[in-house]
């Protein structure tokens, strides 16, 4: 918020008064109708631009929300879409791209999310169990969507410590690492301990019982005793992609 | 309850009704008083002695408790103690000893706390902090008082893993481990994926925060995903060393 | 990981240094595609064989699982299964065999689970009530699958004792008791009182209201007064049969 | 509230308005002072007389409400004293009568807390373990006070069951049972599944780590599988003295 | 288990003691197969006979259940049923009844469920919303089951206390009162506070947001400041009514 | 309750005793079956008039409900319906309306939810995300209902301040604002904090992971350190609009 | 934040840049030294003047934050004070007035805390129990601090209705209500049931066992079914004082 | 691990086996006694030196700790102290520096804890509150002991939202932001909204009631709807500034 320098004009008479406060009021934002306000300047404001988060609106909101920001000439990312609301999307909008196991749909952004992946990366994406997977793919995609090459290793839990070690190479050479885990989730603790990277771990709901949808890694993870983690909500790939952009983006 | 052999003796005429209604009922324990009731039996019939938690009991009830069970001619074990419980039981009964560190008093046991610890033995007892050591130390002294060779290795825990290592043939040399931890309580999980001994995991209230006074590390290793791994109360040291003397007790 | 052996290898010229750097590294696993990795040696290294957590994996990952276990000569056991997934793995691997009351699918293991059951052998299940009998199937399963002769007898629950007491000369034969419970569980802690046995117990998510879909049969498992009870995650009658393994394999 | 009755008097010119009102209205209570405000027509109208509830109160508030009852010719019943607040009392009324182990004053009323205690009674109170017992002394106190015959056994929880056997009889000659217990609370289920009594069953705050100040053995009660067991809040041995007062009055 | 008797007629002769040994284990119950255990002499033993606990268990189960219980010439009893269960059962017995809107089936019982229910009764049933009807429905069945004369008033909740004045007179010429209420739950503390008669309170899952599926109506019942109040699990209308049956045949 | 008027007619002999009895007991509710309960009078006590709550409610019990309040000459506002029992309603009563977005049906009032909605009013409700829209359209509606002025904004959460700025003015304008916030729940203190309007605060079950169904936005909003802040259950837009109808007849 | 009017200045020439952007910034508050900062503008801005959180601070941050208030002119009300820190105060502001039952420390304000309280006003005080007192005393003190005429009424809790009637026609009188309740916390719901006035609804952590310090006072107010209830924080007495405040500042 | 260089070493006959074993297991660890087990390679393999945890360690656990750090030549940093703790470690460390405030303790580390703290850095710690000040003063001197330049702000809060602006600009100068708020925890959530810089949420136990010891401030966190937070344990100061050092040391 240029407060300074939008005051200097008004100040030098470039500017009039009803104009600078419409600017300072309206312009970042974009009602859509349906109850959808959409924030294009989120981008310039915190590196990270709008993204649609799905969960719970009605197909005509994530219609108004697709098509706002397409308007903005932005690319689209939408996430935690049930199947309906992903079929529904794409039938709205045919040239867009639904990727079913991580509940993602996308419009002008090209992702590559079919295996196999790449095991290195910018933003490292490792993941505990096979049934991790959907989460860590909506890190990975994440990742790709903000300009990260991104990379993406799984089926590497403490159960067999064994499978991790041929990727701490690629550890080393990332410069973020995600975390992915469900059950107790002490892999971000493992790894934590072996690298130097900061590391982003991400709970996911997989498991049964005790393991309470994700609140047992989740607790497991802050807990931490190795320094140099820190967490996320459950399931929340698309927030640890966030976090690594921001990560990625620090000037040195 | 050998009901069968009882009832031959009653149908022989060797025993009379009520002197075997009286042996049915009354035998196995003994009233001691201010409400405490001794179960002297109890070893014959579970394999584990009567042990008495100390944890909430008055003076009087406390010295009621370790007379009667050395009436009975039983070495003593009580657990739980706070330090002024300790220092009461010292002051009535001299000749035992109170381990503050480990909240224990014994009496006719002759058990070794002090450091250095042995390193191996039939069970193992690993403790992931040196914070974690009380609760660690109240699992080695029980398995001592229980019979078995015990030996205790302290502060391996996961953000370190190589501390672990040398460890290994210890533990492949045991029969049973006692894996100890707080925090996030991910040692057990990973033990369990090193070795083929059978893992008794306590968690601690060590931590601070989302610990939550051991939840998070008891939810952590219920939830774990390496096979082999069962749990008992947090901070319950005995509890381990009651289910390994059971364990080392199997006839092959 | 006879890290010695090997060494002695390479410093005898008798093993390349790329050569020992794979065989550390890469031996003791398979990636089988669609981000599963089998731990083909986990076997040796634990004591108990890689088995397959059904729960949230996609059709495409459990045929991969399968199929890579199975390209390894291995008999194969997936527990929690849906009903979908286990006709999908039926329709995949039509000389497998669905058990839908346990959850379970099997290939290669010859595994009875149809009643009346034996009611002894070396791990014994008790069942405190009808209701939950999915879980008892599913130890009582795995532990023939781990190789053990297994029993069960159901609804034994606390509200009539007596119905225990016919199968307490079994408890007494066994070698490792697993008892299972929802509601307020108080089997495991009943039982332990009146044999010399380890008790593995496991809570259900049996019950409604308060039960909490097991979360108090577990935590009055825990908070057991009876010595000689660990206890696994809720509805883990995997877990339970896993254990059992490791406690009959002990050696004297 | 016979409000038939007291219209008929108005009615008849018998009761003025402004009396009539006044008698709705102010009768059945009296404001003490500092905030007190006894219910001296409560045992009219519930069939318990008002008990001061001490947690909490100030000294100069529980004067007032033990002065305030005694004026009104009561007998006194304070609960859930801290010992300073017993001495206050004592200090005041020192005719009264403090329990500190039970945390009750009493004044007026002729209750007798020592041991040994009469193991049968119209209401008969079981204690799982001997750390239960200053709940359960509340609960045979409060009994006595509200003039049932009581007895009391201590220490006889599901780890030893052969315990409780001998006081079956005296189960079946009690018109209720009271049944302490805290850690895993089983021993209400199982005294439910021998007698015909109703069982109110009173949760302890007695354990440590998952008993959880008593909200194990609490949820575990409410779980029950054995029909005939009511609960009442954790260390609530005057809501269950309460309970039985009400339930003996029953008219057949 | 008359103990003393069978010792009796061992020492006489008149018993022999594999006889008895048998008398002692196998009598009470009997197995019906599919893990199902009846346990006949129940009635006897504690006044309450055995009913069938429906959630959960499979069709083939409830069969044996039904079936078991029919041919020891009981009624039954079945409750917690889905609309499936009772769909099955009745298919299968169709001379049974199902109460859907209860969870309920009968055989040879002849229970009123229809309206208008009698507003009076031994066992009053005092519902607090409309909606917890069901569970009030469950309670009033089940006392007829018992053979108790029941009543049920229901919609008379804490928001507009009015509508529960003309049902006092009813309150004082019940025995006993059971109290169903969610949200809030503050029906029984009311009810308790105006009426000299024993409250069994019932909370129910009725509501949303904080009300926690019953969580919230079964703490406010537990913490309630109105002595003479006992509580049962959330929806346990059968354990409200098991705990009236034993409530009401008190001898006096 | 104006007793001293009645009781004056009373003493004046121009209403009966029994006639003044029943007015007190019977007059201001009336059962209409099915264990439907009608508080006609509600409205004079309260301020509020009766609403039906439908959660739970069988089709009858609806049915009954809305015909009951029909006929005293009320209009009707059914909360929380299903889409079911929406069409149900609507099928029964052809001239209402139902509003599914909302989970609402209403006879005799001219509600309208459609979209532009006005950005004022007296009671102004600011929603933080389009996925609230649906408890902000409860609330809004409901105002209506109640004769309030209303307005809605909707998708103005925090991590987009310069959203909510625009409507500061509308804010100072009300007389009562409703903020809804699901996820975090930060809007109501960040309001709070920037206007001189009380707050009623309606968490919403928006999110997922740990936002736990509105859990976390209730307790963020409860601890909100900005004074001015009140709450009301999950979800419960109705319960919002109910006490901004009291705030609003508050008289200077 | 009159920005349009700031504006108008600087197009005018009449307010420099550099000063439009302090003033912007810097004007509202003022740092005090050792981390605390005060908002001076707060009551113009939100309608209730800063009050100094207590609970936590040092006694030099309390020092600052006292002086810095008093050095604004303004009167001092600091809450949640241990005794402790309200000596500290008392001997640091010997003309300031220290409450300790209510925890508070007032500076310039005349607030008289001593009982008789008159027993209606503009905002009144009802506080179900005499163990709430505290917490009613301190929305009684600050409701006084904010300008209000200010009520109490003490000890009128759902076990004894009646007491609460005498004071209904001063709930008439009131503009607002403060309920305060412990343990099951149902009083709000029944004066809401019977008054047409705004309910703020204070849950106490009075109580034992399930009270859970509070939470269950706070769930059952949440929950309540009677409309115009809404809910502070447990024990936030201060916080229903400040609401009361903005709720009597309504214009008409 | 460099395996590859040290598996060189031995192929090429300059390094024996056993020494190539001996350095793989025991270097980079040393046994200080008392269970204490230093991992003096921390530094090199995470980034992150060793800093002794202090919670619950006895004096002689500390007194090893530090000396064993000390003799491998780094500078100690030792964190949660209790005031205990620190006094004892300043007798055994003269030369060493105690931190009340924060619970730290320093030796051979030059540390400045005393305000005016600077308002910019390259780890930029700001405070929500006042009372927050401890854990804000644990990270910012962490920061420091990890050779960060920090700075640190401190009562912030989104009461008073316009108390940030002034600090927007050292926001942007600084390469990550530690984000410390206890009560609602909203303040990451705003601060990640308005800046590009990654935020490092710390919730603090400040506050009391639903506060819950800083479990709903965690949960606001982590349910943050705005993109770019990761949330380390409550009151976790030192695990934010580890975060933010290896953060810092990322390669651009």
């Excluded at 295996?115 to 169990?129: R, T, Y």
């Excluded at 019982?209 to 802050?222: D, I, K, P, Y």
Aim: proline letters at 6%; hydrophobic letters at 45%; glycine letters at 12%.
């Amino acid at each position: 918020m240029d407060i300074h320098d939008l005051l200097q004009r008004v100040a030098q008479g470039r500017l009039s008064v009803e104009d600078a406060a419409r600017e300072l009021r309206f312009a970042p934002f974009t009602a859509s109708g349906e109850g959808v306000c959409l924030d294009g300047h989120r981008g310039l404001r915190t590196g990270v631009p709008e993204v649609v988060f799905g969960s719970g609106k009605s197909e005509a909101q994530l219609e108004r929300a697709v098509q706002g920001l397409a308007d903005q000439g932005a690319s689209v990312l939408v996430t935690k879409l049930s199947p309906g609301q992903g079929e529904a999307l794409h039938a709205l909008f045919p040239e867009g791209k639904v990727h079913p196991q991580a509940g993602l749909f996308t419009l002008g952004a090209d992702l590559s999310l079919t295996p196999p992946w790449p095991e290195q990366g910018e933003a490292l994406v490792l993941s505990a169990g096979a049934s991790d997977l959907p989460v860590a793919l909506e890190a990975y995609a994440t990742a790709q969507y903000f300009g990260l090459t991104a990379g993406l290793v799984s089926d590497v839990g403490v159960a067999g410590l064994h499978r991790l070690l041929p990727h701490l190479q690629a550890c080393d050479q990332a410069r973020v690492l995600i975390v992915v885990a469900g059950m107790e989730g002490a892999l971000p603790s493992v790894v934590a301990g072996l690298t130097d990277k900061p590391v982003i771990a991400v709970p996911t709901s997989v498991g049964y019982g005790v393991s309470f949808q994700g609140v047992t890694a989740l607790l497991g993870m802050l807990s931490s005793c190795a320094p140099g983690v820190a967490v996320v909500n459950i399931d929340n790939g698309f927030g640890a992609a966030a976090m690594a952009r921001k990560l990625c983006h620090l000037k040195p």
